[in-house]
């Protein structure tokens, strides 16, 4: 059994060269993710670099499983001209710095020597969290082996078939007003049910227009079925105003402007974790996952919205995998 550094990095190397593309490819972004979200980057970030580097840091811990290789370029020219270190700079930032580097080439070449290097950066920072771990057994302490176990996993698991989405999703983003904005849109979105706002829409305004034309009339039938229509109207107003509100006050507390806020997607079901504390629904808990204009609902199974999310959390093939693992869930439950 392998135990000293050497022969496990010559493994990760074996791994990170026989893995699939498309194993490569999650588990870079994976690790690199990892690493710019570390304790103590954003911090670091903060402390050693210029606001405009401290920002660009952030911008790629929220979008590189996005971005082209030119962008992560750019983010990484402005954390260069941002460095206020002077040659000291901070080991988890560096490491992270690094990363961003190392995953911003594979984009370009597509070469398993990268995959390998950010298997080998993951190790050091698990080196590094168990203060030292002997060269001659580095898998002794937990933290190493815990480590290499997953980067063994990641790298050799079957390849899935044709065009189906990697079976786990996870990324973390920081808040911003746009953010809010379109979570708060999605939570009143969803309380209010697309039928009650078209009948609103239409049917009320003509409502409304009947009974002026019957007040006008001087009938007293007609003054007072347009008092009827006039005290609806105000009562829905004072609805949307209040559900406004509603949703203004649990946004602001689950989602302040700064904070982080991390989604998976796995096979046991849907992972939210932020400035709230953490919470996880089962699949078969869900019934569907839609994306509404710049925010992202999950339904519970009785039609109710359940978690709302914002829309950039979640990519296409992140929200196509949340539906797929929601679907197989269904058919299970029908088949027993």
């Known amino acids: ?24 490819a999650a588990f870079g972004l994976a690790v690199t993710r990892e690493l710019l979200t570390a304790d103590g980057v954003a911090a ?17 811990a ?57 298997g080998i950066a993951l190790l050091e920072q698990a080196d590094f969290q168990a203060s030292g771990a002997p060269l001659d057994d580095f898998l002794a302490p937990p933290e190493t082996r815990q ?3 997953w980067i063994r996993a990641s790298l050799t698991e079957p390849a899935m078939h044709g065009n189906e989405p990697p079976a786990v999703f996870e990324n973390s983003i920081t808040i911003d007003g746009a953010d809010k904005a379109a979570v708060r849109q999605a939570f009143v979105d969803g309380a209010v049910s697309r039928r009650l706002r078209i009948t609103g829409m239409i049917a009320l305004p003509i409502a409304l227009l009947v009974g002026i034309v019957s007040a006008v009339s001087g009938h007293p039938i007609g003054v007072f079925a347009f008092g009827v229509i006039a005290a609806l109207i105000l009562l829905l107003v004072v609805f949307v105003v209040i559900l406004r509100r509603i949703a203004a006050k649990a946004v602001d507390d689950a989602m302040s402007v700064g904070s982080r806020l991390t989604v998976r997607i ?5 992972g939210l974790g932020g400035g709230f504390g953490s919470s996880r629904a089962p699949w078969n808990s869900l019934s569907d996952a839609v994306r509404i204009k710049d925010g992202i609902v999950f339904r519970n199974m009785a039609g109710k919205a359940a978690f709302f999310v914002p829309g950039r959390a979640l990519d296409d093939t992140a929200l196509a995998l949340a539906e797929t693992y929601i679907d197989r869930d269904r058919t299970r439950t029908g088949d027993e």
């Open 1 to 24: 059994m392998m135990t000293c550094y050497a022969e496990v990095e010559s493994s990760v190397r074996e791994c990170a060269t026989h893995a699939t593309a498309e194993a490569q």
């Open 44 to 60: 670091a970030a903060a402390a050693e670099l210029t606001e405009a580097g401290a920002r660009a840091v952030s911008a790629a």
């Open 62 to 118: 929220d979008g590189a499983g996005t971005a082209s290789a030119e962008q992560i370029r750019v983010w990484i020219e402005e954390i260069d001209e941002g460095d206020l270190s002077d040659g000291d700079m901070d080991p988890d930032l560096l490491r992270a710095i690094t990363a961003l580097e190392t995953w911003a080439a594979y984009l370009e070449d597509r070469s398993p020597e990268r995959i390998a290097a950010l």
């Open 147 to 149: 480590a290499f176990e």
């Open 266 to 270: 796995d096979a046991d079901g849907l």
